[in-house]
């Protein structure tokens, strides 16, 4: 696969996210069994690389991951969306704690 896409294991988890050749490349969430953990964050070759976040019932963490290994840790991490209405030089900020997130993926 490659491009956009969804899967779904048997335990519950999920990824959704970007794929090249069949694996986890660019961003994408995964969710663990019961939402228990969700990683919002970038994928190289299948594994967690680059800024990602930890969203879990106790908090949320935000890290920078090489190959999957936890490299620098921060204290907060800004994602940025474009806004299609306006220039592209301008971007919004927002920030998203763990309700916010669940609750989107009851949406998806």
Known sequence: MDGYGEFHWNDN??????????????FGIFYWPKNE????GYWKNGKQNGPGTLFTKNGTKY???ENEKIIKKYKFLWMLQKMEDIPQKHLRFFKMDYNEISNYIDMV
């Open 63 to 65: 890290y920078h991951w």
């Open 13 to 26: 988890s999920k990824y959704i996210g970007m794929y090249v050749k069949d694996k986890k490349e660019g």
């Open 37 to 40: 953990k969700i990683y919002a």
